[in-house]
């Protein structure tokens, strides 16, 4: 009377009539059926939660796409101005107006700030354009920009390097010449300059030897620790894996 439910059950119950084969082959059938629904009650889940994950990443994805425009269509122009009232203003503008040349070319820029008197008032001009080589991005005969007597700071855009960080000054070379100890060394002790750099994300940084302090320690969390955001509206680069 069980043979038909051998292959259903471990261990079956006690049959004493034909009618039980029966009751409990219903049970078994009916058990099946509920296990069949269940699977398809996990599997459209499963599918709900695949569907649901996918418009979230496309969401996402539509997000970062009209930040990257929005940041794009709120850069600031530059105003190109022969003279500035203050150094930052004379950094930012240069970043403003070479940014995006660096991004395309690959290839550094970088400018010395100078002090100039006009009309007995303390201005600040941008001179010395130099323009790096494409093939190392870097760019100067030995230091990457010229120091004039009146020369009060330099600046640089790094928009170029895809593998540098937003927050990066250089602390270190192989020929030892960096952003920080040419800003650091200026004209000798006790006249170091400003440096400024433009950075992947937009951002421009600040470094004033006179003001701030390098934290001493491996050479990544000095680059990480090293000058301040000035600015924040930068041309960037749209594809650059570190824009934001």
């Known amino acids: 009377m069980y043979t038909s ?26 058990h099946n059926i509920w296990l069949t629904l269940e699977a398809e009650k996990k599997a459209a889940a499963d599918k709900r939660k695949a569907e649901a994950a996918a418009r979230a990443a496309e969401k996402a994805a539509a997000q970062i796409e009209a930040a990257k ?39 550094e820029y970088q400018a010395s700030i100078n002090r100039d008197i006009i009309d007995g008032v303390e201005k600040y001009s941008l001179t010395d354009l ?13 230091r990457p920009v010229v ?7 330099y600046v640089h855009t790094h928009a170029q390097y895809a593998g540098w960080q937003n927050d990066y000054f250089s602390v270190y070379s192989n020929d030892g010449i960096t ?3 040419i800003a650091e060394e ?15 994300n937009g951002n421009v940084l600040k470094y004033d030897p006179n003001c701030d302090s390098i934290p001493k320690g491996d050479r990544e969390y000095q680059q990480r620790n090293t000058g301040h955001i000035i600015y924040d509206l930068a041309p960037i680069d749209p594809n650059h894996p570190n824009w934001n």
């Open 186 to 200: 200026g004209f000798g002790p006790g006249r170091p300059i400003i440096a400024y750099v433009g950075v992947p």
């Open 147 to 153: 120091l004039y007597d009146n020369t009060v700071a």
């Open 5 to 30: 439910l051998r292959k259903e059950v471990t261990v079956l119950p006690k049959i004493n009539s034909q009618g039980d084969v029966k009751a409990y082959a219903t049970e078994i059938k009916e």
């Open 69 to 107: 425009q929005t940041r794009i269509d709120a850069t600031s122009l530059p105003s190109c101005k022969e003279y500035y009232d203050t150094i930052d203003e004379a950094a930012i503008d240069f970043v403003l107006q070479y940014n995006t040349a660096s991004i395309e070319s690959r290839c």
């Open 130 to 142: 130099q323009i790096g080589d494409p093939r190392t991005g870097v760019g100067g005969q030995g």
């Open 179 to 181: 952003d920080i100890s």
